[in-house]
Each structure stands twice: as C-alpha cells, then as structure tokens.
C-alpha cells in the first residue's frame, strides 16, 4: 500500500469514527489506526523447519510446503475468524493442554480443536457435530459420552477432551504416527487403515487424500504456527482484548430438577450464565431417577 493511498484510509477511518462513535471515538480509533497502518497483503513465509507433535513436517517437499502454505494464507487472511480464535484461546488452552498432557496425548492437538471449533465451546456444524472437539452423536456415545434431549456431552470442555485423547492414543497405537491419528480424527480410523494399506505407506506426508482430509493437518500446522506467534503474521491482540477463564466454583448434584431457572436464581445466578458455563444442559429441567452425580461450574458468589 502507498504512502497517498495508506493516509487517505487512515484519514477516512478517523472521520467515519469520530462521526459513528461521538465520545468513545478515542479508544476505538485508536484499534483502527494500527488496523489501518498494517493493512497490507503479502506472501506469507514458511519456517525453515516446523515439528507438530514432535513430528516432522517435510517442508523440502516442494508440494508440501505448498500445501501448508495455502493453509497458512487462508487463515492468515481469515481476520474474523483467526481473531476470534485468539480472543478466545486464553479461556480453554491452559485447561485444555493440561488435559491432553494427563492423557498422555501431545498438546500440539489444542491446535486440532482450535482448527474443530475455534476454541468455541459451543460450535455446532450443519452436519450435527458438537462441541470443541465437533464429535458426531453416534461417535460420541460410540466412546462413551452421554449425548439425549437432556444431556449432550460434547459440549463438557473436559469430558469431551478426555474422550478426544483417548480416540486419538488408539489411532496413535494402530499407526504409529500422531498426524495419522489426527487424519483419523478427520475421516475416522478404519478409513486412514484403509488408505496405508492401500497405499503401501505409513506417513501422512507420502499419501494422497481426500480434499477435506488432505488439508486438515496443514490447517492444524498453519495454527499452530499463527496462535504461537500472532504478531509474525499481523496481528496484535492487547491483554484487555482476551477472553479469560473466568474464575468459579464447583458443585455437585445428584437429584433431578424441575426447573433449572428456578435453581438458577436460588444459586444467585441466571438461567443465562447457568448454560453459559454449562452447555451441555440441553433442556430447562433434568430427570435424574438414577442419582448420577452430575458437577456443575458456576460463578463465585457475589
């Protein structure tokens, strides 16, 4: 962008904002003029070596590396989304990675969720996958999750976690490769089976794939390389900016409730905040004949 051309927009952001926001223009213009000033399109460099989940990505392979270069460009360019991502990576990436470490699953694969859902705990896909992890129903209650009109597990951050991990430990131990894992966690193990056997080879990089699965691990890649270092690629995200975890307190019930609006209110909190903390209350009441113990997350006292 040249000099005339970058004044003129910076000059046309200061005069929309003083007109659109009045008295809260300062603070705001301020975010627009560093938009503003970086506002430039160009080729993305690639590193010259890059491991995820202590695995090497071939980046001499001239079509790999053109291949995790379109990945890193699409979501370099993705402002929205890629901001969103890193707004909301402080509120679930600590809990998260400690999750997967417990596990024993490398962290790297917070970057698989970021590229499922964008650190968004309640993302739903046309296609009926759920949660920060977007697992099917039937796959979800294939391995364990609770999924009815009540309850919907995959949207629990940590019971959903756990169950990613171990889905991705058995891919790991039938492959032997964490990016074989990861595409299984894509087109689902038997099919990544299918395609070494198929193929004669056991490296994700060596293989051809479908158009979705093809890509998914140069996106997860591209995230990685973008959510560590935002300000390499352009963005510039203040403290105050992030969405945090946000501190509160655990309780445990083990009855049926009529009314989770009512229980709500007699906890001090709303209908609204209830389902926030807790999305996978699907229904304004529970039948609990069983006493199952359920952990709900609610805010600290006031």
Do not use: C
């Not at 007109?19 to 300062?26: F, K, M, N, P, Y």
């Not at 402002?79 to 790297?108: C, F, I, K, Y």
């Amino acid at each position: 962008m040249n000099k005339i051309h970058r004044s003129w927009l910076l000059a046309l952001v200061i005069f929309a904002g003083g007109v659109l926001l009045g008295s809260r223009s300062d603070a705001v213009l301020d975010a627009l003029s560093r938009v503003a000033s970086t506002n430039e399109t160009v080729v993305v460099p690639l590193p010259q070596k890059l491991e995820v989940f202590g695995e090497l990505v071939p980046l001499g392979d001239a079509d790999i590396a053109e291949a995790l270069s379109r990945e890193l460009h699409a979501n370099t360019y993705w402002h929205s989304n890629t901001l969103l991502m890193l707004q909301r990576r402080p509120r679930w990436e600590a809990r998260v990675r400690g999750w997967l470490r417990e596990e024993g699953v490398p962290e790297d694969f917070v970057y698989l969720l970021a590229a499922e859902s964008g650190f968004q705990p309640t993302a739903y896909s046309s296609s009926g996958a759920a949660g920060l992890w977007q697992f099917m129903p039937a796959t979800a209650r294939e391995h364990g999750l609770r999924v009815d009109a009540q309850i919907d597990e995959r949207y629990h951050a940590e019971k959903a976690t756990r169950t990613a991990a171990a889905y991705l430990k058995n891919a790991y131990a039938q492959t032997g490769s964490w990016f074989l894992a990861a595409a299984a966690y894509n087109m689902g193990l038997n099919g990544v089976l299918r395609q070494t056997e198929r193929q004669g080879e056991r490296s994700y990089f060596r293989m051809t794939w479908n158009e979705e699965t093809g890509r998914y691990a140069f996106r997860i890649t591209a995230l990685k390389l973008i959510l560590e270092h935002p300000e390499h690629y352009g963005y510039h995200v203040r403290s105050e900016e992030l969405w945090r975890e946000e501190p509160g307190r655990r309780i445990v019930i083990d009855s049926s409730v009529a009314h989770w609006g009512r229980w709500a209110q007699r906890e001090g909190l709303s209908y609204r905040e209830l389902k926030r903390r807790n999305p996978w209350l699907r229904e304004a009441l529970l039948d609990n004949p069983d006493s199952t113990a359920f952990e709900l997350e609610l805010p600290e006292r006031r």
